[in-house]
């Protein structure tokens, strides 16, 4: 089993910032990529951005929050970061982290949070 637990959700005004945090433990070998995703009420979950583990930390960003948004990593702590700036009530939503690699004996395995509210008041 992996596990991600997230944490820094909450409430905000428009304009202020954010910072999201997610760690991995369990049987990991290694993790490919990790990102975030979030799902506002009556919509489907959608990719806020990612970031590769193992090969040099490339990232990807929705286009709705380039500019704004910063994914960063700490690979030695299995950790990844969304640095959330410039906040819109457009951005409340539930935020899920995600992981995807191998778990010891090459398994593979995707694994997600179990969500962090973030909500931004106009």
């Known amino acids: 089993q992996v596990q991600l637990v997230e944490s820094g959700g909450g409430l905000v005004q428009a304009g202020e910032s954010l910072r999201l945090s997610c760690a991995a433990s369990?049987?990991?070998?290694?993790?490919?990529?990790m990102g975030w995703y979030r799902q506002a009420p009556g919509k489907q979950r959608e990719l806020v951005a990612t970031?590769?583990?193992?090969?040099?930390?490339?990232?990807n960003y929705a286009d709705s929050v380039k500019g704004r948004f910063t994914i960063s990593r700490d690979n030695a702590k299995n950790a990844v970061y969304l640095q959330m700036n410039s906040l819109k009530p457009e951005d409340t939503g539930v935020y899920y982290c995600?992981?995807?690699?191998?778990?010891?004996?090459?398994?593979?395995?995707?694994?997600w949070g179990q969500g962090t509210q973030v909500t931004v008041s106009s």
């Open positions: 369990g049987s990991i070998l290694s993790i490919n990529a």
């Open positions: 970031i590769t583990i193992t090969s040099g930390g490339s990232t």
């Open positions: 995600n992981a995807f690699g191998y778990r010891l004996h090459n398994s593979p395995f995707t694994s």
